[in-house]
């Protein structure tokens, strides 16, 4: 059977640096729904000190809660906290690499019915309800498969197919919606 779309990948450190940039953003990304739920907590202290009577108590807690998320804040923003620990990722990503693994090829097939991948090292099928997310970038699709594993996988990669038919095959064959992402 013919595959839908191909697409060669080369693991070098263009393709680390897209998995450590995206892994700060989902950082950032989860750094944003903590601050929504410490709002909704400050909120809830508020009420429960209104309707108790006891503001001291409310008011110390609450000043506890706003000062952690100042500090979170200040690390958050710093940006050279953020390329360093953009860097320590990369970093890490090319010590657990299997030796020779950087510079490997990988060519992944996209049938109707599945996924396949061939390399030096290892071949395999993927079924594509194991798909739980996908993520568009400008410059290629993060798919996490199981919530355990990102693929990446460069627009300029693919050997056949294109990258926004490819968007739309994913979306509608993964248990998780595709959406854009930054």
Known sequence: MEPLFCIRMVL?????????????????????????KLVGFLIALLLIGIVTRDPGRTLLTGGVAVAALAVLERKQRSQKGRREEFERQVNWMKQHLVP????????YCFLEQEMTWDNERSRGKLDYSLIQNVVETEQGFFVTVEKAR??????????????QAFREFLEQRSSGAARLGK
């Open 12 to 36: 070098d450190e263009s393709v680390l640096r897209e998995y450590a940039a995206r892994n700060m953003q989902a950082d950032r990304d989860g750094f944003k729904r903590m601050k929504f």
């Open 100 to 107: 020779g693994e950087l510079g490997s090829e990988t060519v």
């Open 150 to 163: 990102r693929l990446f996988f460069w627009k300029t990669a693919f050997t056949s197919g294109d990258p």
